[in-house]
């Protein structure tokens, strides 16, 4: 595409990797753009490939060449830019995302393949329809996946042939396929967005209740080599921020499954972890806990922290009754029913209500017994 790209604005094309090239490369570059300029007026365009592997200050020196126009470069890398390259080079680029091709599109590859005598396989056996089409969706939209499996399964057909254990005329099948496809590496860096993007959609599935698309991003992180003390990790606090007190019992599962995990370990820990994935996509949700949590933060950082009431404060230190601590205070156990009606909250909070109870699973029940123990306060 870069040299496509070359080719149109009639450029010369410098091509670099950044797995190999440093700042002296690029100073080159650079030197031969200047001069081409100045002889011909000729533009230069400089494909940089694997460009996440430069550092700061290697990025840095792309920078004048790049806002001086002598550059017209282009980078490609299999990492989320906006992670990997920095603001400044970034705020002088534009992004485009290549996505994976569809089976359709791969397909039509493989049978091009099979049939462009020239850049394509040499005297090929027939290919069964389902083998082409099962390889198509298995390559996860990979066309170099899938050629390489299908160059495998002719290389393979070819060497039975010569071997006199098969006729040149039988097809190709969907076991030969699978055999030379094995198993596919997924795409998937547990340190880079790929690691971001599963876990994201983990926790969205989840929190939608979707019980079979939980479990099957647990699966790509898994079948990735995500660290299960993560994946543990984000049940936990998804049982308080998502589930709550619609059922409090999701947070003991999801802290027993993360015990688990630490316990037993991979590989029987998945058992532990899809335990949890599935009671956590079953339960009711509830974000009303964590709401009320941001709703008195909100109030905190907006208007401070109020002082409390002196009868709350602490009276365990010399000269705490002089000045009136803990004076006062009734103790909640002896009063009837165990509540007290005193003011709990600081002055000019008396009537904040963070905390909105959902009608969904157990916490509909907490809603009824807040909502008379508020009304047996107001009546008091």
Not at 312 to 329: F, I, N, Q, S, V
Request: aromatic fraction near 6%; hydrophobic fraction near 40%; proline fraction near 5%.
């Amino acid at each position: 595409m870069a040299r496509i790209a070359a080719a149109g604005a009639e450029g010369a094309f410098e091509e670099e990797s950044a797995v190999n090239a440093g700042k002296a490369e690029i100073r080159a570059v650079i030197e031969r753009a200047r001069e081409r300029r100045a002889g011909s007026g000729r533009p230069t365009v400089l494909f940089l490939d694997e460009i996440h592997r430069f550092n700061k200050a290697q990025q840095d020196a792309l920078l004048p060449a790049v806002e001086e126009g002598l550059l017209t470069l282009i980078g490609a890398t299999t990492e989320n830019p906006y992670f990997e390259v920095n603001s400044a080079l970034l705020s002088r680029c534009q992004i485009y995302e290549l996505r994976p091709l569809e089976p359709g599109q791969v397909e039509e590859l493989l049978r091009r393949a099979l049939s462009d005598s020239e850049r394509g396989l040499v005297d090929p056996p027939p290919v069964e329809d389902a083998a082409l089409e099962m390889l198509a969706h298995r390559s996860g939209g990979d066309a170099r996946v899938a050629l390489s499996a299908l160059e495998r399964a002719v290389e393979r057909a070819s060497d039975f042939d010569h071997s006199g254990g098969g006729s040149k005329s039988e097809a190709i099948d969907v076991a030969a396929i699978e055999d030379a496809l094995q198993r596919k590496a997924l795409d998937y860096d547990r340190k880079g967005d790929r690691h971001y993007d599963f876990v994201s959609a983990w926790i969205k599935a989840t929190r939608g209740s979707d019980v079979d698309a939980s479990l099957y991003y647990l699966a790509v992180m898994l079948e990735g080599g995500e660290d299960p003390r993560f994946i543990a990790r984000r049940m936990v606090i998804l049982a308080s921020e998502d589930v709550g007190n619609a059922d409090p019992q999701a947070l003991l599962v999801a802290d027993a499954a993360a015990r688990a995990v630490d316990r037993v370990g991979l590989p029987e820990c998945a058992l532990n972890l899809a335990q949890a994935a599935v009671y956590l996509s079953l339960a009711p949700k509830s974000n009303a806990s964590y709401k009320g949590l941001g709703a008195a933060r909100g109030e905190v950082r907006e208007n401070g922290a109020k002082t409390p009431p002196d009868y709350l404060r602490d009276a365990h230190y010399p000269g705490a009754k002089t000045l009136g601590r803990g004076e006062g205070y009734r103790y909640a156990h002896d009063e009837p029913g165990g509540v007290s009606d005193q003011q709990l909250l600081p002055e000019g909070l008396e009537d904040r209500r963070f905390y909105k109870p959902t009608d969904r699973g157990f916490e509909a029940e907490l809603g009824r017994r807040l909502e008379a123990l508020r009304k047996r306060l107001r009546n008091s």
